[in-house]
């Protein structure tokens, strides 16, 4: 029997050693968490080929419409790239049709990047499925089992946010 095996049959939470080292586990949950990790990123990467984009450019999409129409300089912090890396991401976004450039609304000097709607659409077809189908998940669960999923995801969600925290305070304290 495989790690992963033994982990499938795994009900709860418990330590066990792989390549020398012992390590906590979570049994079901963290295989079922890990799994909607991966297919959470093989999904982008099927966004990111239905569109015909790079990661890169996905991610900027994916500001620009969830956030509106922002400057590269704006846009630049949100990918964590810098303002020439950005502009060469808008520069493939307006080439392609993903995105136009239009003059901001009270400064004439700069541009805003706006999605196109035609592109928005797009996404949005290819992400209706995925969106629809986890809103019927958690709508086919009783009240109190959605309060302690949604309270144990909270808690899922602050532990990666801590150790993003931790992993900047560190990568600071060192640079």
Do not use: W
Request: no cysteine.
């Amino acid at each position: 029997m495989t790690f992963m095996e033994d982990e499938r049959k795994s009900e709860g939470p418990r330590r066990v050693q792989t390549a020398g080292h012992e390590h906590p586990t979570a049994g079901t949950i963290g295989n079922q968490l890990r799994s909607i990790g991966a297919l959470s990123k093989a999904f982008e990467q099927h966004l990111g080929r239905t569109l015909a984009v790079n990661d890169t450019d996905l991610e900027a999409m994916e500001h620009l419409i969830l956030s509106g129409p922002m400057t590269p300089s704006e846009l630049a912090p949100k990918l964590g790239i810098s303002n020439a890396a950005t502009t060469f991401s808008v520069d493939r976004l307006v080439a392609s049709g993903h995105a136009r450039r239009e003059p901001h609304p009270t400064d004439r000097r700069k541009t805003v990047i706006v999605p196109s709607p035609p592109s928005v659409a797009r996404a949005f077809d290819a992400l209706m499925p995925v969106l629809n189908g986890v809103a019927d998940a958690a709508a086919d669960l009783p009240a109190e089992h959605r309060d302690i999923v949604g309270a144990f995801l909270a808690s899922v969600i602050d532990v990666y946010e801590g150790a993003l925290e931790d992993g900047a305070a560190e990568a600071a304290a060192q640079g």
